[in-house]
């Protein structure tokens, strides 16, 4: 099974600033990685995919990147909408496996 | 639009069963591959069950082999998880999944 390792477990930082999520693969997993953004009482909602695609419905201020197992979420200028846990998930190989999650809270 | 609907959760004994269904539209059933997910209260997200789009392969995470089943029906646009032996440790709310396209859940709760 891959271990998807998330750090930090939480953040904490004012409206505006830059945030930085990381994801740490156990193994290769090439670009099969998501990012997705989970509000309280919400489905998660697919974020990035493919490592560094974003979706749709979410504003060029969400980056995705690689660097061989590591994996980063960068928000430029946190909103307030952008608070949140944000999980990584590799479907490179079964099973599917998350990250235990980032939460984005206000500072 | 992607559309998965789930329903079937609740209160349920331990020991019990219970049958999940999701519903899809939006899209060509057919042609995915569909997923469980589950989520328990206050904690992270847990792959459940795996099943491609003509049913012949089925995966299963280990905490459910044996007591889970998953099906589908290609003529109804539907996906089932049928649920047996449950413990308070299957409860979660429980989402359906196309690749990544997620239904809103539905809440199953295993207590005496």
């Known amino acids: 099974e891959i271990v998807l390792t998330q750090s930090p477990a939480t953040l904490s930082v004012s409206p505006g600033e830059r945030a930085t999520l990381s994801c740490r693969a156990s193994q290769g997993i090439s670009n099969n990685l998501a990012w997705y953004q989970q509000k309280p009482g919400q489905a998660p909602r697919l974020l990035i995919y493919s490592a560094s695609t974003r979706a749709t419905d979410f504003p060029a201020r969400f980056t995705g990147s690689m660097s061989g197992t590591e994996f980063t979420l960068a928000i430029s200028s946190l909103q307030s909408e952008d608070f949140a846990v944000y999980y990584c998930q590799q479907y490179y190989h079964w099973p599917l496996t998350f990250g235990g999650g980032t939460k984005v809270e206000i500072k | 639009q992607v559309q998965l609907v789930e329903s079937g959760g609740g209160l349920v004994k331990p020991g019990g069963s219970l049958r999940l269904s999701c519903v899809a539209s939006g899209f060509t059933f057919r042609d995915y591959y569909m997923s469980w997910i589950r989520q328990a209260p206050g904690k992270g997200l847990e792959w459940v069950s795996h099943i491609s789009n003509d049913g012949s392969t089925i995966y299963y995470a280990d905490s459910v082999k044996g007591r889970f089943t998953v099906s589908r029906d290609n003529d109804k646009n539907s996906l089932h998880l049928q649920m047996d032996s449950l413990t308070a440790d299957d409860t979660a709310v429980y989402f359906c999944?196309?690749?990544?396209?997620w239904g809103q859940g539905a809440l199953v709760t295993v207590s005496s």
């Open positions: 999944a196309r690749v990544h396209d």
